[in-house]
């Protein structure tokens, strides 16, 4: 079945410094990709959007100087923590749908997430 | 907007049923989603109901009621590996193609 491969799987950093988080479709060409954030014991919160060759669709509330991503392939999407603080650690996730667009009738496509800890 | 509802926490002994309900209220829906997540770790998918009725698949099922704004996940002969986090999220329809909206998530703990 349709794979993406997330790394890191975990990350410390320093507040200040920017994190990046890579987000590849192993066996399929996906050319949406969803970033979630979720914080503990709380559900995943839609970030932003990431199309292939296009500007990302971010979410109200979402700073998109602060999250940036990049979808400059049809297998690789990136998000980009800048200028990190405590408040930016959680757990996030990025996602596609199965069918590599934006169907997704039978279900999405999770990476395995990134636990980023900012001290 | 969308509002979807679920159960904190639910606990139930290895061996019995525990049914997990889901409400919503969606400017537009296609179809509901169940995903398993263990902590830490990504959500896995369970099942997807467009239609009304109930969709069996091995030890869990899930059913939908449109017209309700209802679904349920029913997990049979619970094993001490079920533990976990149950998220229903909800499908839009085409004008926000693609974008799942979650609920909070159930957290199931099966005792021995």
């Known amino acids: 079945g349709a794979v993406v491969s997330q790394h890191p799987s975990r990350v410390i950093c320093k507040s200040g410094t920017s994190v990046k988080i890579e987000c590849r479709s192993l066996?399929?060409?996906?050319?949406?990709m969803f970033w979630y954030r979720q914080f503990p014991k709380q559900s995943l919160m839609l970030m932003a959007t990431s199309n292939e060759g296009s500007k990302a669709t971010y979410e109200q509330g979402v700073e998109k100087d602060k999250f940036l991503i990049n979808h400059a392939s049809l297998t690789l999407s990136t998000l980009t923590v800048t200028s990190a603080h405590p408040e930016d650690s959680s757990f996030y996730i990025c996602?596609?749908?199965?069918?590599?667009?934006?169907?997704?009738?039978?279900?999405?496509?999770f990476g395995s997430g990134t636990r980023l800890t900012v001290v | 907007g969308q509002n979807i509802d679920q159960p904190t926490e639910m606990t139930a002994t290895e061996g019995a049923i525990v049914q997990i309900n889901c409400t919503y209220q969606t400017s537009g829906f296609n179809g509901l989603f169940w995903y398993q997540q263990h902590a830490g770790e990504a959500p896995t998918f369970l099942s997807y109901n467009v239609l009304d009725g109930l969709e069996e698949k091995g030890r869990f099922s899930s059913f939908l009621s449109r017209s309700k704004g209802y679904s349920y996940l029913l997990l049979k002969e619970l094993q001490m590996k079920d533990s976990a986090s149950y998220l229903c999220?909800?499908?839009?329809?085409?004008?926000?193609?693609?974008?799942?909206?979650f609920g909070a998530g159930t957290q199931v703990v099966v005792t021995p």
């Open positions: 066996d399929f060409q996906a050319t949406t």
């Open positions: 999220a909800t499908y839009p329809t085409t004008d926000s193609w693609g974008k799942l909206q």
């Open positions: 996602s596609a749908p199965a069918g590599g667009g934006g169907e997704g009738y039978y279900g999405y496509t």
